[in-house]
Each structure stands twice: as C-alpha cells, then as structure tokens.
C-alpha cells in the first residue's frame, strides 16, 4: 500500500469515523486520539481485511466501534466517568434532565455514594448502552431484580442532585 492509498482510505472515511466517535466521546482531545488509533489499526491491519466477511467501510466501522468501546471500558474501569448521551432507549422513560443538566463532575460524584451494584446498574445501562436484559444477565440478577436496582439509583441520583442543587 502506497501514500496515495493511504491519504485516500484516510479522506474517504475520517468524517464518518470522527462523527462516530464524537457521538461516543465528550473530550475533543480523546476524540483525536481515537481517531488517529482507528486509522493506525487500519493501516496496521489492512492484510487481514477479508471483502468476503465485510465490506471495507463494514470492517472500518467494526474497528472504529471496537476501538470506542475499549476506551469507554478502559474508562469505567478508572475513576473518570463520562456518560454517553446517545444510549438506546429503555422501555421505561428515565428523568433525562438528570443526564442533560449536571455537570459530569457533579454527576461523578453523586454516582460514586451510590452501592457498588447500583452504580454498575447505572454505568452499564447509560454509560455502556447496554439493553437491561444483558445487564441483567452481567450482574447475574432476576430482570425485575434489574429494574428495582435500576429505580433505586435514579432516585437516589436525583436526590444527590438535587441536593446538590439546592445547595448552590
């Protein structure tokens, strides 16, 4: 593979790949980070593209999506967290202003005093975007078991939060 190629896969796909990830991502500096590792693990890998399995702009989006939730997971699994506002939807409708009007700081803290299994529940389903019945099954819990937990934390969030508020 020459430059051209190269500058070519680069042009082709940067606007689509940079738009999934901002969609994922909130810091513009991890953004550009991810990116450039997307394009790195393409070029890196471009042998193994199979245009049997996928289509090239398929295996691109695979890497990219792979690529997001690495840092997403490589996140959660440090202190920092970041909600990602484009989750799926749930059957029940949650308290969205929760999501759209605190800060992260705030909302950080304000999950860190809730039980561990309840802030698991929370970051799976917001954070990860997982359905509640795989985050059922994660946790090893009873759907309804699920749902009790996942009602519990979002009440005691917004009653951090609106303390929080109240106090400002």
């Known amino acids: 593979m020459n430059k051209q190629d190269i500058e070519l896969i680069y042009t ?24 450039q590792t ?38 959660r699994d440090h202190p920092v967290l970041e909600l990602i506002e484009n989750t799926e939807e749930s059957e029940e409708k949650t308290d969205e202003s929760i999501w759209n009007n605190e800060t992260l700081e705030e909302l950080a803290c304000a999950l860190e005093k809730l039980p561990q299994i309840e802030r698991d529940v929370i970051i799976l389903i917001y954070y990860h975007g997982k359905p509640k ?36």
């Not at 500096?29 to 991810?34: A, G, L, M, Q, S």
């Not at 059922?136 to 508020?165: N, P, V």
């Open 12 to 35: 082709q796909y940067c606007d689509k790949v940079s738009r999934f990830v901002r969609s994922k991502i909130h810091y513009p500096n991890d953004v550009e980070d991810i990116v």
């Open 38 to 75: 997307v394009f790195l693990k393409v070029y890196s890998n471009l042998d193994k593209y199979d245009e049997i399995k996928a289509s090239f702009s398929t295996w691109i989006y695979i890497i990219t999506r792979n690529t997001v939730y690495d840092y997403l997971k490589d996140k």
């Open 133 to 168: 019945t795989e985050v059922a099954k994660i946790l090893d819990i009873t759907y309804g078991q699920l749902r009790y937990l996942h009602d519990k934390a979002l009440s005691r969030l917004k009653e951090t939060l609106s303390r929080h508020l109240s106090s400002n």
